[in-house]
């Protein structure tokens, strides 16, 4: 109990005087006739020129004073600047919330004053961590995992290049929280923000929202979308946005319409309204403040990094297709191109298009370039980022690894950011940056199958999923995390190449870490319970005997090779490496 109310009361205070900006300056500015909103934007008492300011529907530019006048109904209940290149917003000691925004307090008719006060710095060259799909619910030890488990792996790589003097910064990209159990247990988005700054986490965070991060309690109606949000907006701030870092744009979405529709027979937690279900897609609210962003930069070839939770773009098939689908709808259920494609139109004549997203807790880079009959999106890459938690916090909360659904491990993806050059790799809670591939020696995977008495109810329950225990014989499956088209893959036994097969298929590990304690162990046996889920990331040799050693060599796109000497027979395990 002492514990939660420390949380509690870290929360009332951040949404008290931390979430935004409270700084006042000694610039003169008053509000022009019919402005609403009005301030300056200054720098160590300096008035900085053609800073933008919005509320979300309008945007303006300070003048050669620093100031800015809004005419504004005040609607989102808010007003923030795009922090220009070469500074930074400041960050409350024990928060990580940079100060780029301020609520509103007076009436619609009422000129209010806010201003903002940034920091030079050389930002040009920097670093992103890009993290996603945090579902903090105080479940499971979440909090504990979250403190023990992932910060050391995100502090170590903060440290190493704030060890070379440059700046990093993180994108999250949703679901820090759990709507389904808000008021069951007592913790929201608020407790989320103040749990970061309690744990310590070392960076700024530009943080948007999920589809868990609204307020489940929310009556559905026309105005559902925005007043489920209003939890959000009091801690966060404005759930769409932009801000510049050296000479990338990067941009801040909300891409989910929540609806919580009223539904028989739905899973409803204490105070929930709804169903609280929802829809892909970026309103047009949003649509036309990103058309006016996007209008204010003149130079095509600056790279532009939108960050939202849901993934916009993926192949189609699981095997090498080029076919893209896309997650955006204006229903329940359907996948379908066109409200992708007009959310993809803002970003015409762009030289470089990186969406960040989460969502699905899958690891998924997907070049839109490869469908050649939509050149519209050729400039775009999606990077669908692994879940912080993984499958929830389960599987290392039951004595296995931090895996997520495609069995690809819980983890976040690094950005270095050298002016207008992007580069990535994905750093896993486990094993960090230095592992990016995990190999199976499918005999050893068959004989815990065909002698696992838990495996076996698992498979006797779920009959779609597949059955390891009838794999031919020296097979061995290699799950590349992060695998896109460009990346190479070698295999050589006693200096002999094998072939090498992109064979999409389930990963054994993560039916063991995850199907096995959340069937068996809980006694919640219910039949085809777990879908059958293959990953596009495996790839399949076979070699001549059970105990050759295999020499296994895998390159990203960018040229890092990372490889493994696979001594046979390999032991499978729930937590191998």
Known sequence: MKRFLTLVALSLIFGATTAQTTFSSTLAAKPKKGSTIYGTVECDGKPLEGVKVSDGYHIVTTDKHGVYNLVSDKRNGNVFITIPSGYEAPVAVGDIVPQYWAHLTADAQTAERHDFNLRAVNNDNHIVLAVTDIHISHQLGDIEQLEQNVMPRIRAEVDKYRSQNIPVYTLCMGDSSFDLFWYDYNYDIADFRATMGKIGYPTPIFHTMGNHDNDGAT???????????????????????????????????????????KRENMKK????????????????????????????????????????????????????????????????????????????????????????????????????KLDTRYPEVANIIDHNVSAICGAWWFTAAHGGPHLAPDGSPAGFTVFPVNGKNLEWYFTSVDCGAERQFRAFDLNSVRDYYKTNGEIGIVMENNPQRTNFATVEDNLVAIHIWDWAYDWKVTVTENGKPLKVEHTPMENPQYTVAYCVPKSVWRRKLTPNMFKKDKTAHMFLVKASAPDTTLEISVTDSFGRTYTEKMVRPKAFTKNMQ
């Not at 939770?309 to 095997?319: I, L």
Request: with cysteine.
């Open 219 to 261: 009556e559905p109606d026309a105005n559902t979308d925005f007043n489920a949000t209003k939890r959000y907006r009091e801690v966060f701030g404005p759930t769409y946005y932009s801000f510049d870092i050296g000479k990338v744009h990067y941009i801040m979405l909300d891409n989910i319409r929540y609806r919580n529709q």
């Open 269 to 368: 937690g204490k105070n929930m309204a709804g169903a609280r279900n929802y829809d892909h897609i970026v309103t047009e609210e949003q649509m036309e403040w990103l058309r006016k962003d996007l209008a204010l930069i003149e130079d095509k070839s600056t790279p532009i990094v939108v960050g939202m939770h849901c993934p916009v773009f993926r192949m189609r098939s699981e095997h090498n297709s080029t076919e893209l689908y896309s997650y955006f709808t204006d229903k329940d259920g359907g996948r379908t191109l066109p409200p992708a494609l007009y959310f993809a139109e803002a970003f015409k004549g762009f030289e470089q298009v990186h969406f960040l997203t989460g969502h699905t807790h899958k690891l998924i880079t997907t070049h839109c």
